[in-house]
């Protein structure tokens, strides 16, 4: 009796790209609540940090396409934070949100034209606004 075996010629078989993961860093629990449904909603992961301690820890073991990180947090200042984040992660889009800051505000308007931040959100915000930047994130 003889037996053969196959051997698999060609290249090896493509996988299906990583679905894109987001980070948000808010210091209120139900933001970052819905901002993981929203980032779900269309079909993408989110991990969720309370602070900036936390969202470095997270980024030093992960990858992120997309960060949203709050202007003020009880250990650090968004903008502060964002420095830190572009040292650990491969140019994630990032976007801050705030209740304190406008988006006319020189913060806001220095940080977006420096590229420290792609994108503003001034709380309260409309699930649409979110939506519309995280089609913005995965189109970039």
């Not at 969202?55 to 396409?65: D, G, I, P």
């Not at 990032?94 to 977006?112: C, H, K, R, T, W």
Request: hydrophobic fraction near 45%.
């Amino acid at each position: 009796m003889t037996t053969s075996s196959a051997v698999a010629k060609g290249p090896p078989p493509l996988f299906a790209a990583e679905t894109p993961t987001f980070l948000t860093v808010d210091d209120e629990p139900d933001i970052n609540w819905i901002l993981g449904r929203l980032i779900a909603q269309r079909g993408f992961r989110s991990h969720h940090a309370g602070c900036g301690q936390e969202a470095l820890e997270l980024s030093r073991h992960n990858r992120y396409r997309a960060v949203f990180v709050d202007a003020k947090l009880p250990d650090t200042e968004g903008p502060v934070l964002i420095e830190h984040l572009r040292r650990v992660q491969h140019d994630p889009f990032v976007i801050l949100i705030s209740g304190y800051f406008f988006s006319d505000d020189p913060v806001v308007e220095q940080a977006l034209k420096s590229g420290l931040i792609q994108a503003f959100v001034a709380k309260p915000f409309l699930h649409q606004e979110i939506l519309a930047v995280i089609d913005r994130v995965v189109a970039a």
